[in-house]
């Protein structure tokens, strides 16, 4: 399997691999022949993501950084591309999301989500851009954005504002690394059934006095397709940025969200 698909020997970074969306990246960037470096800050769910990986008959290495620790981000992409041999394909999942009124929010609570969601991302791609140039053969990076880097949030204004910034500089690195053949763009999930959004749901029936289920149940509402997407799915919609089918799209923000935003 490791040999075949259309990421065939292609060498792969994912953050945040350790469950949800990223893990489900990470399986599926193997399952089409990429070689994939599982990142996540706790150790054992990046093992869990390699191990499964491996399971299926593809190589992967379990990388634990926090990348709110900028300085032990380029160690972390040279450690994977020691492990891997080379970089193609970085893709800066790692997140976090608050759910929390305006006015309530702290500063040390928007210097967390800012942290980790938008400087976390600027430097993942700082230092992977650096290593595709060096390479001297393009690559591909895909940042993890999100329908609430839209428009604005009232119960999670941080977040939003952080996922409003992956989508701009998103924009700025296609600009700068475009005439070094590397393709940048981002994906923007809606309502996807992962851990983060039983997270979301929870903490919205508690500040609202809704029961649980009904916040998502009511986002749901206002998809056109009626329905919550699959971790699969956002995967699916990744190994296409990532592949060489992908020859002329960059600096794009990519809704997959079943019709919620179209924009």
Not at 8 to 27: F, N, S
């Amino acid at each position: 399997m490791s040999e075949k698909g259309r990421l065939a020997g292609k060498k792969a970074v994912v953050t945040g691999a350790g469950r949800g969306i990223g893990q489900a990246i990470a399986l599926r960037l193997a399952q089409e022949g990429a070689h994939v470096a599982a990142v996540d800050i706790d150790r054992d769910s990046a093992e869990a993501t390699a191990g499964l990986i491996r399971d299926g008959g593809s190589a992967a290495a379990a990388l634990t950084v926090d990348l709110v620790r900028v300085d032990l981000i380029e160690p972390m992409i040279e450690e994977a591309v020691s492990t891997l041999g080379r970089l193609d394909i970085l893709v800066n999942n790692a997140g976090r999301v608050e759910i929390k009124p305006f006015l309530d929010v702290t500063e040390t609570e928007w210097d967390q989500i800012m942290d980790l969601n938008l400087k976390g991302t600027y430097f993942c791609m700082q230092a992977g851009a650096r290593r595709m140039i060096r390479q001297g053969d393009g690559g591909r990076i895909i940042n993890m954005s999100s329908i609430s880097g839209r428009h604005g949030r009232a119960d999670s204004s941080a977040y939003a504002a952080s996922k409003m910034g992956i989508i701009s500089i998103t924009q700025s690195a296609a600009l700068a690394f475009a005439d070094h053949g590397i393709l940048v763009n981002a994906l923007c999930p809606g309502v996807v059934a992962t851990p983060m959004w039983d997270h979301i749901d929870e903490d919205r029936a508690r500040l609202f006095g809704y029961e649980r289920g009904t916040a998502r149940a009511r986002l749901v509402e206002k998809i056109p397709l009626k329905r919550v997407a699959q971790t699969e799915e956002i995967a699916a919609a990744a190994v296409f940025i990532a592949s060489d089918e992908n020859t002329l799209i960059t600096g794009q923000a990519i809704n997959v969200d079943g019709g919620m935003e179209m924009n």
